[in-house]
């Protein structure tokens, strides 16, 4: 079993900064593609980014292309998500998930492909 905790969440002023960061306990890190993805209150689950398990290569929305970048710390065990330039339109929880097998990438992520899921963190954007 794998265990995600997220955390960095909070409320944000528009065109704020938050950074976002997801433990991760009980598998080889290092070789599972992770992903963000967002709910919004009465929308489906989507997917934010991703970012390949050598940390070579990464997806992104295009909603959030150019103001979010994920990375990873496979030393530490964790992914990150620094969110910049936030809209109130970004208002969601937000969900690290780890990829059902490892060397694998499904993108664009689909939910279907990640078996581990963190409890969410929210973010609140006010405008």
């Known amino acids: 079993q794998v265990q995600l905790v997220e955390s960095g969440g909070g409320l944000v002023q528009a065109g704020g900064s938050l950074r976002l960061s997801c433990a991760a306990s009980?598998?080889?890190?290092?070789?599972?593609?992770m992903a963000w993805f967002r709910q919004a209150p009465g929308k489906e689950r989507d997917s934010v980014a991703s970012?390949?398990?050598?940390?070579?290569?990464?997806y992104y929305a295009d909603s959030v292309k150019g103001r979010f970048t994920i990375s990873r710390d496979n030393a530490k065990n964790t992914v990150y998500l620094q969110m910049n330039s936030l809209k109130p339109e970004d208002t969601a929880v937000y969900y690290c998930?780890?990829?059902?097998?490892?060397?694998?990438?499904?993108?664009?992520?689909?939910?279907?492909?990640?078996?581990?899921w963190g409890q969410g963190t929210q973010v609140t954007v006010s405008s």
């Open positions: 970012i390949r398990w050598t940390g070579s290569s990464t």
């Open positions: 998930a780890a990829e059902s097998l490892p060397y694998r990438t499904t993108w664009p992520p689909r939910q279907s492909s990640y078996d581990y």
């Open positions: 009980g598998r080889t890190f290092s070789t599972y593609t």
